[in-house]
Each structure stands twice: as C-alpha cells, then as structure tokens.
C-alpha cells in the first residue's frame, strides 16, 4: 500500500510484491537496457551504411590500376585543342565557279565574304555512298557462283542543311545560297553568254577536315528548298553593287522609301531546308594520276579523292 505523507505527496519504496509504486520512475536497470539497445541498433546501421558506401566505390575503382588514390594519382593539364585548331574551318562548303559571271553577281556577293564559297552554317546532314560492282558468274551444275570485279564508283552525296534567319543579313545570304544553286545547275546558254555551250561548272566541296572532304571536284545534279508558310519571312534589300542599303535615319535626310526607290526588295524564310546532290567528278587526266597505294595512305584524299 502506498502511505501518504504530509503534503500529500505518495511515499517511494515497493509494496508487498516488491514492485516499485512509483510508476512515474522507471527502474535505473530498465532504462540502460534500452540505451543500450539503441547504440547497438546505431552501430549496426552505421556499420550497413559502411558497407553499402564501400560497396558502390569498389564498383565505381574496379577499372582503375591499383594502388592509386587521390594523393596518387598522376595529375595533369586538360587543354580542348591541338595547337591551330580553332583557325581551322572545317564546315561544309561548295566553292565559287571561277568564272567572270559569278564574280560579277551581285546577288552571289554574300558569298565572297565566307571565302567565295557557299557556306552551310549549321552542320548538315550527308549520306555518303560507295559501290563496288561484280558480275556474277553462275557456271551449271554448281551451287556456288563466281563473281568477276567490274569497277568501283562513288555515289552521289545527298547534304541537308537548315538554314535561320533572324535579320536582313542572313537573309541575303540565304538569297544567294539560292541563287548559287540556280546558276551551278545551267549550263551556258543563251545570246551574250560567255562561253555558249559549256556545260554547268565543276565546283570543290570541302567539310570535316582535311580526310573526309578535301577539295572534292562534284557537279551539283539537284537541289531542293523548303518554303514553309508557318515561319515568319525576312525582308531584305539589295543594291546594284550587292551590298546591304544604307539607310540614313537623321532628321533632314530623304525619306526612307526615296532611299530605298532603287533598291530591290526580296522576302527570305526565318527557317528553311536545303537538301542539295552533288556527284563526284574526275577528268580522265586525274584518273590516270591515282595511286592506290598513296590513296590507301591517306595521300590521296587531300588530292580530292573519295
């Protein structure tokens, strides 16, 4: 029974079955039970989280050689670049015909300043082919046949490039890209032509370097331009010496539309598609000059052999 003092506060101590009365106070044994149950439950949690960490590390350091840690390991200098290799151009280009009526052209003008070439300034997109042919030879009674090398050829190159534009600028480029595609596939024709009859001109197509397109002599056999209706379209003006009008904005200067009475005013796509064929062309002479040998080498690719 639990006696009561003055006060009222109940007496400490156990009753006849030895219980302690006070239950607001847990037995000292109990309380350390459970302490210590919980520093063995940490323990064995830490020691998992240990092995789970070793774990995932040995499986990230199983390919590298033994024995290296971070103070090891051998450091070095990263660099993203060997020596002149930002001044080298390595986009996709078709070359300027080398012939007066380009040079003259003021819608070709953009072009001079990419290096009289046209110039995709997106990377596109090119299927590059080659056949080698046989003829199969099927002798009778026989199961397998014979197959006779005939000659190897290099199919035709399909580019697909984009083309944005975002000011009058790019769209007189795009405007020549154009035009250049027009020209390179007629032949000359026509009174007051300079060389009548000559067929379209042979032009170099260069990308990638100096061991995928090197000077490559290809003749352009079809090109195609998308036109969508759903983009914006580019305004721009070109003058008769092909460069971009200058507008003069200051308060006495002439008005606008008397500036630009003599220029002729063209609409280029914001966005558009060039899917453009070119097949490689060799003359005979250059024909005779291939090396297989020097072409196996890699020689021969800077000669503009593919």
Known sequence: MTEIFSGGLPKQGTNSSGQNVNSANKPSFFSSAIEKGKDIAQDIFSGAEDIADNFVSGMRGKNLPKGLDETTAPGGTAFWGYGDLEGKDWRVSLSLPRNASFENSKLLKPLTHTGNRMVFPYTPTIILSHTANYNQIQPIHNNYPFFAYQNSQVDQLVITGQFYNQNS????????????????????????????????????????????????????????????????????????????????????APSRAEQTKSTDITWAPAESQFTVTCQPIYSRDKVEKFNYTSFVNGEGIKGGYV
């Open 169 to 252: 600028i790019e769209a007189q480029y795009w405007i020549a890209c154009l035009h250049y595609l027009r020209s390179t596939t007629k032949m000359q024709y026509g009174i007051g032509s300079n060389n009548p009859g000559a067929p379209p001109p042979i032009v170099k197509l260069n990308g990638y370097g100096d061991y995928v397109f090197k000077d490559t002599p290809v003749i352009i056999t079809k090109f195609t331009v998308d036109m969508p209706n759903e983009v914006d379209y580019i305004a721009t003006g070109i003058t008769s010496s092909g460069a971009q009008p200058e507008i003069d904005y200051s308060d006495h």
